[in-house]
């Protein structure tokens, strides 16, 4: 009896072994092809060896930028800025070190919405409307604003059929631009901070079949950037704070959305 529960318990030990064995296989896998991935993305840019080592060899901007794509944004372009001390000139850095300012497009966010849901009557095409769409990579929701019987410019005698058979639909094509600023202790570069600017192009179409049954069709669109407070800093000011944070903690630095109001 001591015997065969001893073999259960080896059956069991060895069965679990195998199972660990494989997702750790299955990890490593994973990790692998990510790594060729990551590869592949820094080599299409084009860069020079000195910047395209860095990026291949910082693993704290690897994480980063692999972090970013993991979210749905495509890199676009890289440039890398190094920075000097220079003691003897007031004007020049203060400390050594690089900021990596990248590019990447973000998912085009689209929502649509039927009018005789958004609205509780034809006659609410007057007043104003508000919708909130969440955008990749770290944003917080934008909230897009309009009023359809201006922006449109909707006859009256359309009200009803506009609210009844028509929709509107939002749009958000958008540019995420990314300055991780690093500093040189040594021979190493350390991230200490990162700013960052959005480049949004917001577009609102409304269809809508008139009281003859032909369609009717109209987009507006606008274009609007929000910035973290740090993104205009000259390079050499980015670097100091990247010196300031990067022992006690990396610092990202969010731009904050405000509305676009359509009109």
Known sequence: MGKRILYVVLCAFL???????????????????ADMDYEDTIKQLKLSEKDERFLLENE???ELIQQR??????????E??????NNNDQRGYTSQGKVVCSSYVQPTTSKKY?????????????????????????????VVRWVASTLFSIDTSNYAVWFNNGYQKVE?????????????????????????????????????????NVPQQK???????????SYAKSDGDLVALAKKYYKTGFVHEYYVPTDINMN
Do not use: H, M
């Open 80 to 85: 890398i800025i190094d920075t000097q001390k």
């Open 114 to 142: 039927y009018n005789n849901k958004l609205y509780s009557s034809a006659q609410k095409c007057k007043s104003a409307i508000a919708v909130v769409l969440a955008l990749p990579g770290g944003a917080k929701g934008q």
């Open 172 to 212: 958000i094509n958008s540019t995420y631009y990314i300055k991780d600023a690093y500093y040189k202790e040594g021979n190493n570069y350390w991230i200490g901070y990162t700013a960052e600017k959005s480049a949004q192009s917001v577009s609102v179409l409304s269809y809508y079949r008139n009281k003859n």
């Open 69 to 78: 794509l993991s979210e749905g944004l495509e890199l676009k372009s890289v």
């Open 219 to 229: 987009t507006v669109s606008r274009n609007k950037s929000f910035y973290s407070p």
């Open 15 to 33: 069965l679990i072994a195998g199972e660990g064995q494989t997702v750790f296989a299955n990890e490593s896998n994973s990790s692998i092809e």
């Open 60 to 62: 704290q901007e690897k």
